[in-house]
């Protein structure tokens, strides 16, 4: 094998593990339920919203409290997928 063989091989390499980790950040997905239930928040890698399912407990809330449970359970959910994408950052970076 000569120099340029082990570069294409090594290129290769790099592309393959480009991709694999392309697809592993684009599948992460975070579900987070509020304490009570009300609402279901599922977010992607980057925290925008892919998901939301609300309950009919929402009907007995005020404006504001609804907010709030929405806010933070959507926080939450994105909280996760940020942690996922970091332990994803890590091992990639560590190979």
Do not use: K, P, Y
């Not at 340029?4 to 997905?29: C, K, M, P, S």
């Not at 509020?34 to 925290?47: D, L, M, R």
């Not at 907010?67 to 933070?72: G, N, W």
């Amino acid at each position: 094998m000569n120099d340029v063989d082990i570069a294409q091989e090594r290129l290769q390499d790099h592309t393959d593990r480009l991709v694999n980790f392309g697809a592993e950040l684009a599948a992460i997905r975070a579900e987070e339920t509020s304490q009570n239930g009300e609402v279901s928040v599922a977010v992607n890698g980057v925290g925008a919203i892919v998901e939301l399912r609300l309950s009919e407990a929402i009907s007995r809330m005020t404006v504001g409290e609804f907010e709030r449970v929405l806010v933070e359970t959507a926080g939450a959910a994105a909280r996760h997928a940020f942690a996922r994408q970091a332990e994803l950052i890590e091992s990639f970076n560590a190979r």
